[in-house]
Nanobody, 124 residues
């Protein structure tokens, strides 16, 4: 089964930044909608940002203005730049891919391909 791989998580203090990366060697990410999901402790996984093949973007309201999703086709990588991190951003972050709309992926949580997740902890 095709898989994605996340990296870039870590432990930071409130207000700091992290850059998450999502890569795969198995298919071209540019042909897929790619999304970032977060699962906080004790909560369900939620879609926080998705990018379509046409570069349309979705952001969950709590991260809009602080997080930026981008795609580097030459590196076959999708990034999530996270700034102004807050304790409530703590969780495991997963990237996902599928050939569906950003609405179906981010708002309905649908995706065929998933990574194993990277942990982000925001604490003072």
């Amino acid at each position: 089964q095709l898989q994605l791989a996340e990296s870039g998580g870590g432990s930071v203090q409130p207000g700091e930044s992290l850059l998450l990366s999502c890569v795969t060697s198995e298919f071209a990410l540019s042909y897929y909608t790619i999304g970032w999901f977060r699962q906080a402790p004790g909560k369900e996984r939620e879609g926080i940002s998705c990018i379509s093949t046409g570069e349309d973007r979705f952001y969950e309201p709590s991260v809009k203005g602080r997080f930026t999703i981008s795609r580097d086709s030459a590196k076959n990588t999708v990034y999530l730049q996270m700034t102004g991190l807050k304790p409530e951003d703590t969780g495991t972050y997963y990237c996902a891919g599928d050939r569906i709309s950003i609405q179906r992926m981010c708002q309905q949580g649908l995706a065929e391909y998933w990574g194993h997740g990277t942990q982000v902890t925001v604490s003072s």
